[in-house]
């Protein structure tokens, strides 16, 4: 099972990314796929979730509006489409698939958001 993100590096406060996570190894349409996040000092948050299917999302609420979350079954990959990023978005951005007892992560890609 693998999960890699891609997609962080360095944006000014305003700007954009595009996070991308490729799963392979594991049925990735069956899972509902999340993404997380952890600055320095502070606990892993959820950031966005979407269902196996795609059909419903959800969002932490400092996130809503700014944040996109989708998903290409049939490339494997979930995105997570940033848009006015704050100082205080900057943090390890971790890629996350759930279904039942079966609970797998990536390896983590870093956004800082600075002037």
């Known amino acids: 099972v693998q999960l890699v993100e891609s997609g962080g590096g360095l944006v000014q406060p305003g700007g954009s990314l595009r996070l991308s996570c490729a799963a392979s190894g594991f049925t990735f349409s069956a899972y509902d796929m999340s993404w997380y996040r952890q600055a320095p000092g502070k606990e892993r948050e959820l950031v966005a979730r979407?269902?196996?299917?795609?059909?419903?999302?959800d969002y932490a609420d400092s996130m809503k509006g700014r944040f996109t979350i989708s998903r290409d079954n049939a490339k494997n990959t979930v995105y997570l489409q940033m848009d006015s990023l704050k100082p205080e978005d900057t943090a390890v951005y971790y890629c996350?698939?759930?279904?039942?007892?079966?609970?797998?992560w990536g390896q983590g890609t870093h956004v800082t958001v600075s002037s």
């Open positions: 996350n698939a759930k279904r039942t007892f079966r609970n797998y």
């Open positions: 979407i269902t196996s299917a795609g059909g419903s999302t």
